[in-house]
């Protein structure tokens, strides 16, 4: 297990190619050198998987301690479970479906919210052509794609926290006016 964790048990991660595809957060150290950054130890790879392993926890509680409207209670916690596949050392294309999936909720909640109708139809857009397979575009377009998309799921469950606790705020704030 602890090999799962910090990627040692994906050797492909220490080739030139993998870690260009590679959708997960801790997988961004990775990619670091494709964009002007330093080359990190691989080693950096569990610290970044550790830091972000604690955020999730942190979201959890979070979560737990503020809730959302009850009708969106699913769509937060797949958020909870889609932030804990992205902790995945080495995730490719098919990591993109949770962000699909999160959007495509979120985009029926907000459907009458022009605003936010347009900004979650644009991440959408972003992840779901990915879902068909693998580009075939050089290795330093493909990582700053992947790293876009990892950024556009990441934004998406945001924004789908932030539509939930406005929500559960909204008859609040009605039941207090009256």
Known sequence: MPRLLSGEAF???RMAGPPDVNLSVPGLVLKLHRFGGPHLPFESLKIA???FSAFIVWAAARLALRPVAPR???LAWLVILGLATLRS???IGYGVFQGVWVASILLAVCWSDGRRRWIVLALWASLLWTTAGPPTLPPAVIAGI???QTA???AL???AIRVGRAAAAAPATVAAAS
């Open 152 to 154: 556009a799921i990441l």
């Open 89 to 91: 050392p080495f995730l």
């Open 72 to 74: 969106l209670e699913p």
């Open 146 to 148: 992947t790293t876009l």
């Open 49 to 51: 998987g550790w830091l």
């Open 11 to 13: 050797p492909m991660l």
């Open 157 to 159: 469950f945001v924004l």
